[in-house]
């Protein structure tokens, strides 16, 4: 079985540019959630789809990150314009979803450099 | 809402040693989900055990296995017989029920296994 698939995997941008990360979930996998890892923390879940609707995004700064999924396959997330704070890895992870605990399935993330 | 706090930032253990992670969590919810994730230097999230709260018995994969006191909101993961492939960070995660799968992570023990 095909993992999650990311892309880029590393990505340096001065502050103020905008980037794009993309994100191919697992096979049938309805739900697909975006997460940040900032050094020397745990991931924080940025918005999660559940088929290509969004079930939360409360954490998301929408003023400059924004995230599609398209057909509820694959999907991007975008930041514009950069600021140094986003400086991170950012996590891509699908499950089955539904209320049974399902165990969520990571990529390997993009990691973003601000300068 | 929801916290997870794993209180030891960095442990050490002996190759062939037994190990134990604490994580502790604090939640009003009566049923929900736990889980172990170990992340290597490559960056992927590996789910390495999962515990329904509402199960008494304690999970067990192999050479890991949990002791979930739920009274307590305690969920620590023993490691036996630790190898040098159990080098990584290890993170304690939360999942609420019927939430759609959301895991609300700790921030993280870096674990050295040593020869």
């Known amino acids: 079985e095909a993992g999650v698939a990311q892309s880029p995997r590393y990505k340096i941008i001065e502050k103020r540019q905008s980037v794009a990360f993309w994100c191919n979930p697992i096979?049938?996998?309805?739900?697909l959630y975006w997460y940040q890892q900032i050094l020397g923390q745990g991931p924080k879940l940025l918005i999660q789809?559940?088929?290509?609707?969004?079930?939360?995004d409360s954490q998301l700064p929408k003023d400059r990150f924004s995230a599609e999924r398209l057909k509820g396959v694959d999907s991007t997330l975008k930041i514009q314009p950069a600021k140094l704070e986003d400086s991170a890895v950012y996590l891509c992870?699908?499950?089955?979803?539904?209320?049974?605990?399902?165990?969520?399935?990571f990529g390997d993330g993009t990691r973003l450099s601000i300068l | 809402a929801q916290t997870v706090t794993q209180s030891q930032p960095e442990m050490s253990v002996q190759e062939a040693e037994t190990v134990t992670l604490s994580c502790t969590y604090d939640t009003s919810e009566n049923n929900y989900y736990l889980f172990w994730y170990k992340q290597p230097p490559s960056r992927q999230m590996i789910l390495v055990i999962r515990?329904?709260?509402?199960?008494?018995q304690n999970a067990t994969e192999n050479r890991f296995s949990v002791n979930f006191q739920k009274a307590a909101k305690s969920f620590s993961l023993k490691i036996s017989d630790s190898q040098l492939g159990d080098t990584a960070m290890y993170f304690c995660?939360?999942?609420?029920?019927?939430?759609?799968?959301?895991?609300?992570f700790g921030q993280g023990t870096e674990l050295s296994v040593k020869p």
């Open positions: 096979s049938g996998h309805a739900t």
């Open positions: 992870a699908s499950s089955l979803g539904g209320t049974g605990g399902q165990p969520q399935h």
């Open positions: 789809f559940q088929n290509n609707g969004v079930v939360d």
């Open positions: 515990q329904e709260a509402y199960k008494q």
């Open positions: 995660a939360f999942m609420k029920l019927n939430q759609g799968g959301k895991l609300i």
